[in-house]
Nanobody, 119 residues
Framework: QLQVVESGGGLVQAGGSLRLSCASPRTIFSVFSDSDMGWYRQPPGKERELVATITGTHSTYYAESVKGRFTISRDNARKKVYLEMSGLKPEDTGVYYC??????????WGQGTQVTVSS
């Protein structure tokens, strides 16, 4: 049973946009609201890297490579986190993963969603 489920990946041309979603369907509201959420990506042949994070109080952090192009947000009522990506570049290609860090120190990863940006 998946604790974190990503969706919204696909193939897009350079300069295009995509919106990724991350759902936590089996998490109770209070646990989700207090969790720190993050998006990571793994480019082909490379290590997984941080893209953006958002805390339970909606503080955000972005990797330098995506600042000004990507926006992370969360909807606690729906227990979802989003990653709005615009101005996509071929180097944004990779598998995008969502991570949930709970206050009880448990961490959950999703299975990932593929994003491919063609030049």
């Amino acid at each position: 049973q998946l604790q974190v489920v990503e969706s919204g990946g696909g193939l897009v041309q350079a300069g295009g946009s995509l919106r990724l979603s991350c759902a936590s369907p089996r998490t109770i509201f209070s646990v989700f609201s207090d969790s720190d959420m993050g998006w990571y990506r793994q480019p082909p042949g490379k290590e997984r890297e941080l893209v953006a994070t958002i805390t339970g109080t909606h503080s955000t952090y972005y990797a330098e490579s995506v600042k000004g192009r990507f926006t992370i947000s969360r909807d606690n009522a729906r227990k979802k986190v989003y990653l709005e990506m615009s101005g996509l570049k071929p180097e944004d290609t990779g598998v995008y993963y969502c991570k949930r860090d709970q206050r009880d120190s448990r961490t959950y990863w999703g299975q990932g969603t593929q994003v491919t940006v063609s030049s």
